[in-house]
């Protein structure tokens, strides 16, 4: 199998009945993951058929990664960095500082994870549920102070964006104002004249 081969795209509600198959294999519970279907990534050959799935349920800036299955055992170690691969576009996408997952630490080591130390965990956010006798493994994308001072910049932004626009409406709104009370006064002018010249060609009574 080569793994140049194949690509990584979101599941869709066609790849159901797979997943379901894929699930099954790995002992995994369908009937809960069919309700996160659109958490789970998909890898796939270039002929279609899907090889493994994972799936990445974010909350706030945190990523967990779960129920990770594949057709062969074998085949494994060489879709996981697809896979993985993956996941990390869409943590920079969604601003995540943070995966965590509790699949086996050889595997996922090998990628960077880690067992957490005691104040990291902490951070783990409280939908995170921690399967009786598992261990957390974490993943630091980026440093939590970057992103929060990311966000304050876009909000000085946005702010800044919004007095601009609030500026412009106003300066709209006097010219605005200005072509108004000039047609006004131009309609004023013309009735004026119109009354004027009414007047003049009216005959005087003697």
């Known amino acids: 199998m080569d793994p140049s081969q194949c690509s990584v795209r979101r599941a869709t509600l066609e790849d159901l009945p797979i997943l379901k198959g894929l699930w099954d294999i790995a002992r995994l519970p369908g009937l809960e993951l069919e309700k996160r279907l659109t958490e789970f990534q998909v890898v796939a050959r270039a002929d279609g058929v899907i090889l493994g799935a994972i799936a990445l349920r974010i909350s706030g800036h945190h990523g967990l990664v779960h129920s990770e ?24 996408n ?3 500082v943070r995966f965590w997952t509790t699949h086996s630490a ?13 104040a990291e965990l902490d951070k783990v956010p409280a939908g995170f549920i921690l399967p009786h006798g598992a261990t957390w493994l974490t993943f630091r994308v980026r ?6 001072g990311s966000l304050e910049k876009e909000f000085e932004l946005f702010q800044a964006a919004q007095r601009e626009s609030s500026k412009r ?3 709209r709104a006097k010219v605005l104002k200005w072509i108004v009370a000039s047609i006004a006064f131009a309609f004023f ?18």
């Open 169 to 171: 409406l106003v300066r």
């Open 106 to 118: 050889h595997s996922w080591e090998r990628l960077g994870f880690r067992r957490p130390e005691e």
């Open 69 to 92: 299955a594949f057709y062969k055992a074998e085949d494994e170690e060489h879709l996981r960095p697809l896979l993985w691969q993956r996941l990390t576009v869409l943590a920079r």
């Open 189 to 206: 002018l013309g009735a004026l004249g119109l009354v004027v010249a009414i007047l003049r060609r009216t005959p005087r009574r003697r």
């Open 143 to 148: 440093e939590e102070a970057l992103v929060t």
């Open 94 to 96: 969604h601003g995540l």
